[in-house]
């Protein structure tokens, strides 16, 4: 637990480098267009497809970076608040099965986008595999987070049991 918990906080570090950087590129790449439109009546048409494929990492990443925090994601706590402590604990590792099945679903779909996507973006004529990875590196990062998280509650449970015997 301990080791994966330090593995955890690496690649979160890591995440939290390419969100920033993700944003500032974003922010660069739509003022700079706007910009251009403005003074020189000329719009960047690269900077759609740049800002979109960049859109998407951002977006997967940052809901693993709060994924990683229990509560960080919406939730519904109707079912939890009429359920005991035991089917919260119930309901709580059910709910981390079922967002690691759904990110390694999406994971597997980016994955295989890759596989069969041989194509290049219309404009810059990038491969789109660069942009599908996007989507499995996201997967990948939803899926880590939650394990994080299950693993993180069921040992919080087992020490409270520990110290109430």
Request: aromatic letters at 10%.
């Amino acid at each position: 637990m301990k080791i994966y918990r330090k593995i955890m906080n690496i690649v979160a570090v890591i995440e939290d480098v390419v969100l920033v950087l993700s944003f500032v590129l974003i922010l660069a790449l739509t003022f700079g267009n706007v910009v251009a439109r403005k003074i020189f009546q000329h719009s960047w048409g690269f900077t759609e497809e740049i800002v979109i494929a960049v859109f998407v990492l951002l977006s997967l990443l940052a809901a693993g970076v709060a994924a990683r925090r229990p509560g960080g994601l919406t939730s519904l706590s109707l079912v939890p608040d009429l359920v005991g402590p035991r089917g919260k604990k119930v309901l709580n590792v059910l709910s981390n099965l079922a967002c690691v099945i759904y990110s390694l679903i999406l994971a597997y779909q980016g994955w295989g986008r890759m596989k069969v996507d041989q194509t290049l973006s219309p404009i810059l004529h990038i491969p789109k595999v660069i942009f599908w990875s996007f989507v499995l590196i996201g997967g990948i990062s939803l899926a880590l987070h939650f394990v994080e998280n299950g693993i993180v509650y069921c040992s919080q449970d087992l020490k409270k049991e520990e110290n109430n015997e």
